[in-house]
């Protein structure tokens, strides 16, 4: 798997604690829907494999994108409609990935 199409997801607690994070695939519906089901948590960092963040979400709300054109183009597309409850959010799936995967 290309280093490139995958994000680190980061949940910040109240208290500015950040759990374990997990890695999903950058797709407007991995993303749009830890987005949605992540609404409650203070704060959501999408990180890129170089550390940089690729979003930040705030109470459900991008706060922030290094992408503009992919949040115009791509997400805001899928995500609207999951936060008006007119498409359900699909399944998030964490991947595992072996050492070589993440060189490549």
């Known amino acids: 798997m290309n280093s490139e199409n995958i994000l680190h997801v980061f949940l910040r607690n109240k208290e500015g604690l950040f759990a374990q994070p997990?890695?999903?695939r950058k797709t407007p519906e991995q993303i749009a829907?830890?987005?949605v089901r992540t609404q409650e948590v203070p704060?959501?960092?999408f990180v890129d494999?170089?550390?940089m963040p690729y979003i930040v979400v705030q109470g459900g709300f991008v706060h922030k994108t290094m992408n503009?054109?992919?949040?115009q183009e791509e997400l805001l597309p899928v995500l609207i409609p999951m936060q008006?409850?007119?498409v359900e959010p699909v399944e998030i799936e964490p991947l595992t990935l072996t050492?070589?995967?993440w060189k490549n």
Do not use: G, T
């Open 99 to 101: 050492k070589e995967e």
């Open 49 to 51: 494999v170089f550390d």
């Open 22 to 24: 997990f890695v999903i």
């Open 68 to 71: 503009q054109k992919f949040l």
């Open 33 to 35: 829907s830890v987005i």
């Open 84 to 86: 008006r409850e007119e």
């Open 43 to 45: 704060e959501v960092r």
